[in-house]
């Protein structure tokens, strides 16, 4: 069994402008390619909900997907985070997006599947930067170094981020046992009386039965680059608003490759399926408590796509270490890695105990004991 070779890319997409020759890029929340040389426009034209075209699992997993489905993208990678990322062939150096690390280009080409749908930024660098800025700012105890981080505006990177959605027909068979609470009345001692209580007890009866689920669009992180607590925490998306795969939502910005092979990320998304059939199995048990002693699942009609979500992304270093800050690109919603300064820390903890002592002390005149 072979698959084509997932790798961590991020590929660049350029629209020369028709009026200077300048490179387009994609104006977030505007629908359209403008070029910041001369300010013209062009109309991208979004299909508002159109259909996107699931892949076959089966078909992937036998590398028998059809040719227009494949490509070829040429990378450098990372020698920090591992990320694999593709810049200008013309520029030799550059800083990782993902955490801050200068890269020295080093080629190569890899085969993936293709991206099929792509959620196009709604927010642009300024409204992301204004995000992030709120939130660092309502950060306790963070460095000097920080706030000034934020104060600066140091430009953001766009990214595309990765991800596998899986669709799946499941019908499912359990067995289990469903409990009736009742109650007891038992006679006690207590401070040398008799009293009587109620006691709750359970009543177990076995059962068995069916369920049946159908699953659109089990949305699995596809990169290693970012934390997956970080990119889990800016969801919900709003996968309703996808895109068919056009390079246009691209320009200006990154679209990272994916890094998750799709069998793991099938495994992850029948995780994900798992979970919701156990609610729907303790639902159909019914009664006051729910016992499961068996599930067993038939899954079918399996398909897939290889989708990308906008999210812009900041990193920072302090005292040697990298530093990342992500935002949804469609809601603002941000999340990230913070550090901490000692000496604040440190000085918050001695005027809480000087606080606190004080407080002692008054209290003891009032009560006399001084």
């Not at 990372?78 to 800083?95: I, M, S």
């Not at 949804?328 to 000085?347: A, F, S």
């Amino acid at each position: 069994m072979s698959h084509p070779e997932p790798k961590s890319v991020t590929a660049e997409h350029r629209f020369p402008c028709a009026a200077c020759g300048a490179d387009h890029r994609f104006d977030a929340g505007h629908d359209r390619l403008i070029c910041d040389h001369c300010g013209n426009t062009e109309a991208i034209g979004l299909t508002r909900g159109a259909a996107i075209r699931e892949l076959d699992f089966e078909a992937a997993l036998h590398a028998a997907l059809p040719a227009q489905d494949i490509e070829e993208t040429r990378v450098c990678k990372c020698p920090n985070c591992a990320a694999e990322v593709a810049f200008d062939a013309t520029l030799h150096a550059a800083e990782c997006p993902f955490c801050a690390t200068p890269v020295v280009t080093d080629t190569g080409v890899h085969r993936h599947i293709k991206p099929r749908g792509v959620l196009p930024f709604a927010l642009d660098e300024r409204a992301a930067r204004a995000a992030m800025t709120d939130w660092l700012a309502s950060l306790w105890f963070a460095p000097k170094g920080l706030q000034a981080y934020a104060r600066k505006g140091r430009a953001m990177s766009g990214i595309y981020v990765p991800y596998w959605t899986f669709d799946a027909d499941t019908a499912s068979r359990y067995t289990g046992a469903r409990g009736t609470v009742y109650y007891e009345t038992i006679t006690v001692m207590r401070d040398g009386k008799r009293q009587r209580q109620q006691v709750a007890k359970i009543r177990w009866s076995p059962v068995r039965g069916r369920v049946a689920r159908f699953f659109d669009d089990v949305l699995v992180l596809a990169s290693r680059s970012l934390p997956k607590r970080f990119t889990d925490a800016l969801e919900p998306w709003d996968l309703a608003a996808l895109e068919p795969y056009r390079p246009e939502y691209l320009a200006g910005f990154r679209a990272e490759g994916y890094a998750v092979l799709l069998p793991e990320g099938y495994t992850e998304a029948r995780e994900k399926m798992a979970r919701i059939i156990e609610r729907d199995v303790k639902f159909d048990i019914g009664g006051d408590r729910q016992q499961i002693h068996e599930i067993k699942t038939d899954v079918k009609d399996v398909t897939f796509k290889h989708i990308l979500l906008p999210v812009w992304l900041a990193a920072y270093k302090y005292r040697g270490r990298s530093f990342r800050f992500v935002v949804n690109g469609r809601t603002g919603r941000v999340q990230g890695e913070r550090p901490y300064c000692i000496w604040k820390i440190t000085l918050a903890v001695l005027a809480g105990l000087i606080v606190a002592g004080a407080i002692g002390y008054l209290y003891g005149l009032e009560q006399g004991a001084f």
